[in-house]
């Protein structure tokens, strides 16, 4: 009796051995974002959680049944960086409040090209340089987007564009907006917005580093949300948002 007590004992330990070491294996080196990024996947390289309301990414360009999560693999160009995104849908919505870092003083054509090489993604991460030498980091909890640009100068820009939206038809439009500067360091406000779906988002954007100035950019016809560019001095080069 006393020799099938030892042996369950030590069969239990083995079992919780094993176990232990299971459960330590990290299963997200196995993933790649970039699956279903190319040709009609409709899917993005961007970080998000599930149910989670923010889906954060580049976006190359707002339309297109190609471009229905926003990116495409092989494009050369990156539009900027959008918060939110249906992913592997088929069909074009969100896109909400894009950003896009950039280094000399400018009030159109924000396109970039990247650096392929440069772009990399894992569960919960997104990063790119752009041509323009700023290095762009992503990533997000359930409700919040955290963006981090690392310029090659302490003068850094950024474009605010909240009229951007991820098109399904060619008519689709912000149809209201009430958008307000919150000192030198916020943006808030929201959108109504028709194009799949009716609906309405509200948004705050909040920096680490106050902005020096910001331009209210020119609206286009029919356009009813505003787009800013914000400069920045920065010290150590860094800005968060």
């Known amino acids: ?13 083995a079992f919780l051995y094993s176990f232990k070491d299971e459960k330590q294996v990290d299963y ?3 993933v ?24 954060p990414g580049p976006d190359n360009i ?22 939110t995104r249906a992913n592997g849908t088929g069909i074009s919505e969100f896109g909400d409040v894009l950003l896009q ?16 090489e440069t772009e990399k993604a894992s569960p919960g991460f997104y990063s790119v340089t752009l ?16 963006h981090q640009y690392t310029y090659p100068t302490k003068a850094g820009y950024l474009l605010v564009d909240l009229q951007h939206g991820l098109r399904f038809l060619t008519d689709s439009l912000v149809l209201e907006s009430n958008v307000k500067i919150e000192g030198n360091n916020s943006i808030s406000g929201y959108c109504h917005t028709k194009n799949w779906v ?19 950019l020119e609206r286009k016809a029919k356009e009813a949300a505003p787009r800013y560019v914000l400069k920045f001095d920065l010290k150590d080069k860094l800005l968060e948002t």
């Open 131 to 146: 041509k323009n030498k700023v290095q762009v980091a992503l990533t997000c909890t359930e409700r919040v987007a955290y």
């Open 101 to 116: 870092p950039f280094t000399v003083d400018k009030k159109e054509n924000f396109g970039e090209s990247y650096y392929k």
């Open 32 to 55: 790649s974002p970039f699956i279903g990024t190319e040709g009609t996947g409709h899917t993005f390289p961007g970080p998000c959680l599930p149910f989670g309301m923010v889906q």
């Open 62 to 83: 707002n339309q297109g049944w190609d471009y229905t999560s926003g990116y495409q693999y092989k494009d050369s160009m990156i539009a900027g960086f959008s918060q």
């Open 198 to 216: 009716n609906r309405k988002y509200f948004f705050t954007i909040v920096f680490n580093q106050p902005f020096s100035q910001a331009t209210l």
């Open 28 to 30: 997200t080196q196995f």
């Open 1 to 13: 009796m006393k020799k099938i007590g030892i042996f369950l004992v030590l069969v239990m330990v």
